[in-house]
């Protein structure tokens, strides 16, 4: 796994460290992939709209849109099993080895309580930030959630497609193989995978475009673009935004403590000038 300076100065600026060069990877790789196929899909399920004939014409039409979307789905197929197997090797090698070497075994109960500890598994943390979330938007108070290394949008944002992923991967793998599938399943599975392929696939679109894209890209804080997805850092003036129990922690770690930010208060403390520093 890379080494990475956990927090770096640029130009007076601080920066923390939250994706590695892997992981920014897989990130565009997926992104990319979801794109080509949304663009050769959607043409399909809408077929009867004006505007899907020239968008399935751009991919080669009927005689190439659909390798093109085949392909897509290989690589994200791909992609998905390259990253259980990813997030297994480093589960085991830097969290379960040293926990062995610790203390000297490794029962279930260990096991599991260090998989319901991973940093992406959703917590009560993730309920009492929902909570302060709502507190704050409805002015009831001015303290914002102070989030950890991942926030509940987040972790929404990772466990939707993951998901969506399997449904979509699995329905698409069988109208991709129709005889050898209904050799293993009923025939009505095969309709079944249809509707779930095109309305899971219509699901993930509008999360991805709409929430995903409004979080990282559009959004007074990050507009007209976040850049953690390509730098792997985010500068500070987010990180106490959005992770401002993370920052402290960091801080501190790293000998900061008397350099530490006050959180973001109010709602009117938060201005579009600060957020076009960003």
């Known amino acids: 796994m890379e080494k990475y300076p956990v927090i770096k100065t640029l130009n007076g600026q601080r920066y923390f460290y939250r994706f590695s060069r892997n992981q920014r990877f897989q990130h565009i790789v997926l992104a990319l992939s979801v794109i080509l196929l949304v663009l050769t899909g959607m043409p399909l399920k809408f ?10 014409k751009l991919f080669g039409g009927i005689n190439t849109a659909p390798i093109v979307h085949k392909a897509a789905g290989s690589v994200l197929l791909i992609l998905f099993i390259y990253h259980i197997f990813y997030l297994a090797f480093v ?23 260090l998989l ?12 009492r930030d929902i909570k302060d979330l709502f507190k704050y938007l409805l002015f009831i108070t001015n303290k914002r959630p102070e989030g950890g290394l991942f926030t509940w949008k987040e972790k929404f944002d990772y466990w939707a497609p993951f998901w969506g992923m399997v449904v979509i991967g699995l329905s698409g793998l069988i109208m991709w193989n129709k005889v050898v599938a209904t050799k293993i399943v009923p025939g009505i599975v095969i309709n079944f995978s249809i509707i779930a392929h095109s309305d899971e696939a219509l699901l993930a679109a509008l999360f991805l ?11 007074i804080s990050v507009f007209p673009m976040g850049m ?10 987010l990180m106490i935004e959005e992770h401002y129990e993370y920052y402290v922690e960091v801080m501190k770690k790293a000998g900061l403590e008397k350099e530490i930010r006050p959180p973001h ?11 076009g520093k960003q």
């Open 209 to 219: 475009f709409i929430w995903h894209w409004y979080n990282v890209h559009f959004s």
């Open 116 to 127: 319901a500890n991973q940093p992406l598994v959703p917590n009560m943390n993730d309920v």
């Open 47 to 56: 077929h009867n709209a004006g505007w899907a004939p020239y968008l399935y």
């Open 91 to 113: 589960i085991y090698k830097f969290q379960i080895v040293p926990l062995k070497i610790r203390e000297g075994r490794l029962t279930a109960g260990m096991f599991l309580k």
């Open 265 to 275: 208060g109010s709602h009117s403390e938060v201005s579009f000038d600060e957020a």
């Open 228 to 237: 953690a997805y390509i730098t792997g850092y985010l500068p500070e003036e």
